[in-house]
């Protein structure tokens, strides 16, 4: 059966993208040790890189507008190998946060252009099967980012584990160059004060915008979870490893075999109502894990990482199918409000972790997905599947 070689590199990108972005998570616990810090303190590391994506995804967007898709992607996919080999050499925590700080400033023309070439090179029927596979693609790399170095840390130590990061991100380069055709359905943009016009349009969009606040919301939630997660099973009565940690992620490959049926879904029960009943399960994934054994927390784990990328898929697709022009400043946009999403939940929960323990971080989670939820509701009424 004849594979599209442009669905492989669209997989291969969403793979890098988040093999690079995740990479300290299992290693939080082992890195606060060795570096001898707090939780909240090392999970700056964790915000460094999602504040980086958030203040220039925009202005990604607009730069693509300009340049085009294919020559952004593959310059930025073959510069995120430099960080990451830099964070496998920082001598302290200030320098890992340099260096994830720079790691982040080079995700946005990967993740945030694919998605708008998405928009572009394929009919609107077929966005969000596409879109979906591009999640699903994320999914696996959020998975290998987190494991690879989880394993590797307890047997050659977490500076290898990114090492083998870095290699695997240069390999990605070398085939998304490759497999990834010139856009065709591209229009450029008539010079930056032009694409900065369209980008300000997209903020008059109330769809737009309530896309935006659901996506602060998804990141906000996985980054709650899978981060202070390793915390808690790193504590007893748990005392997991690095490994086990890592292993613990294998959750996050659900959201690769569920995201390509997103597009299915969404025709047959609308938008509105399959992303309510998304939200819906999340929260109950979130409560869930507040049972002491750990087969409920896995499942808990499994429900929001199945959960968070269904919810991810709908908001990307739905971005490019109602951004008529700038594609990629519109979804550069939801890019900015997905990652100060992602910087907030690695911040506040930790003051809830401080306050009051994994209680405190996932009543935080239930009450973003509470207002996600409440903002669908209204802002989804008219939406198109």
């Not at 720079?102 to 966005?127: C, K, N, R, S």
């Not at 999403?341 to 929960?349: D, E, K, N, Y």
Request: one cysteine or more; a positive charge; proline letters at 6%.
């Amino acid at each position: 059966m004849f594979v599209d070689p442009r669905k492989i590199a669209i997989a291969t990108a969403g793979f890098c993208a988040f093999l690079n972005l995740y990479s300290p998570q299992a290693l939080l616990p082992a890195l606060a040790h060795e570096f001898g810090v707090g939780a909240a303190e090392i999970s700056t590391i964790m915000t460094a890189s999602a504040l980086a994506i958030a203040l220039t995804a925009p202005f990604t967007g607009v730069i693509a507008d300009v340049l085009g898709r294919k020559r952004v992607i593959t310059a930025a996919m073959l510069a995120i190998v430099v960080p990451m080999a830099g964070a496998a050499l920082a001598p302290d925590v200030n320098a890992l946060i340099v260096w994830r700080f720079a790691q982040g400033l080079l995700l946005p023309p990967i993740f945030a252009v694919t998605v708008a070439y998405i928009g572009d090179e394929w009919p609107p029927t077929e966005v969000p099967g596409v879109a979906g596979i591009y999640i699903a693609g994320s999914s696996l790399g959020g998975f290998c980012g987190r494991f690879i170095p989880g394993l590797l840390h307890d047997l050659i130590g977490w500076r290898g584990g990114f090492l083998a990061l870095a290699a695997l991100s240069l390999g990605g380069a070398v085939i998304l160059a490759l497999l990834l055709p010139r856009e065709k359905g591209f229009v450029r943009s008539q010079g930056l004060g032009a694409s900065v016009r369209q980008m300000l349009r997209h903020l008059k969009n109330p769809q737009l915008l309530a896309t935006y606040a659901i996506g602060f919301g998804v990141l906000f939630n996985f980054i709650a979870v899978f981060t202070y997660v390793s915390f808690h099973l790193a504590a007893p009565p748990y005392e997991f490893s690095s490994t086990l940690l890592g292993a613990v992620f294998v959750t996050y490959l659900v959201g690769t075999v569920i995201a390509p049926m997103t597009g299915w879904m969404v025709a047959r029960l609308g938008r509105r109502w399959f992303i309510l009943t998304v939200i819906a399960a999340w929260a109950a994934g979130a409560l869930l894990m507040l049972a002491p054994p750990l087969p409920a927390i896995i499942i808990g784990l499994i429900l929001c990482a199945a959960c968070g990328m269904l919810c991810q898929t709908i908001a990307t697709g739905y971005v490019t199918a109602i951004a008529n022009e700038g594609r990629s400043s519109a979804v550069g946009l939801y890019v900015t409000s997905f990652y100060v999403g992602g910087s907030m939940g690695a911040f506040l929960p930790g003051l809830a972790w401080n306050a009051g323990g994994w209680p405190a971080c996932i009543a935080m989670v239930v009450a973003m997905l509470a207002a996600m939820a409440l903002i669908a509701a209204l802002a989804y009424r008219g939406a198109t599947a």
